[in-house]
């Protein structure tokens, strides 16, 4: 018995857009960008179009994240997963299967961002919204995605709480590069501040709404992908329950 | 499936220690043990949830299984699990190719309620439609009626048997009601320390297990000379213990022509139960 990629990915879509759970995080997300939005269409603050799409990914990254995890958890937490886990080939399709899942969940929140961007461009929100940035957008919304995805799986791989991992996760993208954002800001010593600034627990949250990457913080961002996906592979094949 | 020296080691611990056995499509196997036998590490290698061991496996690419408890989604219903299970394979799954089954197990009328509201039985008879699906040549069963009273028992292992025949399916299973391997299994291997200590075939025959003590040793002798209606399992200076298909009238009447006087007889139907009481030391095992 061989796990079909095609079957378990349309069948756990679907599942994440009938259950809801997709479009609760996909109004989360929307909701302080719209929000914002209005008050820029009212004259209430002074913020640009980057301030939408960084309102955007505030929470959209995290339930971005937390969408295609959510699978994977399910069939840790109830073990489910040892009917999947069986054959060497079955373990690689299954992570297969869940990357495709965090990739189509990716272009899905990247989407959306972007329409709203378009929209409220089109309704008259300040700022430019250049072609690269858009694109820029949608590639930072798919490398956030898997990375932060592929580190969660790895540390449900490793055992830890889903409760745990959630909390890491929330903090990593809404709080830790706030505190990493201080130390560039306020530190002098310029070896500290450029590992900082090309570690991606640190330029994922802070630039994936703002800017395109830097050549050497993508090329970082897809090493780092590649490790991840390789970790999560190695340890998949060496699981045992 | 060919099983050929299995050894599986945690740590230094040697759970499996070189174990080789062979298993055919429409055959049933049981597999008995203490806990800590390695039964169940066993049934997880040939499910493949364990990886690392030495030794190799042949055929394990269309298995099912229930190892230990059901795993199950608490939130779904058994009808999804079926569906799901089914789906994630590449299948499609049709109702009415088991729905035989599931009357017998008695789950068609609970399908549409979720998991959670099952009872372990319950959970446990889903499971093991589950280790059904997807047309397998071979199913692993761990302890397949735990948590079942004696006549759901019955049942499960009435229509385990039946679809084996059937759908041509080699079936292990491994539990500690000795009866109930004892009703659906041809073949039993007895599990002690990682290794298989006895391989029983189950026969239709009724077998006895018969228990002479003579006076003097002189009369064993003679006993043990002449008599042809059985194995003999072990002796003392004036006893003997052997299994014979022979009724206990014929075993009497040896015994007179021979002029012999019995001091005691002592005769039972032999039993998976008492055999792995003589065999395995099972009397602290409490199967």
Redesign the interface.
Known sequence: ????IK??V??NLSELFKNGFLIIGILCALAPAVLVSYLILSDAVAFNIKHVSNFFCMLGMLAAVLHPLYLVN?DYA???????????KNRVNYVVANVVIAFFVSLFYASIGALLLIVAKQLGVPGELEASFLFGFLVNVFLLVMTFFLFGYLLILFGMKSGAIYTILTAMLLFFHNILGNIVYNSENTILTGIIENFPGYFYPVMVGSNPLSPLQYSIGVVTLLVLLFLVVRKS??I?? | MIIDSITKKYKQQVVLNGLSFDFKQGEIIGLVGKNGAGKSTLM?II??????FDGSIKE??????L?EEP????KKTGLAHLN??S????NKFHRNEYEELLKGLQLSGVLNRKVREYSLGMKQKLGIV?SLL?N?SYVILDEPTNGMDIETSIEVLQQLKKMAKERNIGILISSHKLEDIESVCSRVLFLEDGVIQEEQQVSDQNHYLVKLVFDTPTELATFQKHQEFGTILRSSDTSVELETTTNTADVFQFVNKLGIRLNDFTTEKKTLRNVYMNKMGGAKHGA
């Open positions: 018995m061989v796990l079909n079957s378990y349309n069948y399910r109830s073990k489910t997963i040892t009917l999947i886990n069986n054959s060497q094949k060496k045992e329950f | 997880k499910a493949q949830t364990v990886q690392n394990t690419q269309n298995v099912g299984y190892i795993k199950l989604f608490g799901y299970f789906a994630i394979y590449g589950i997807n397998p």
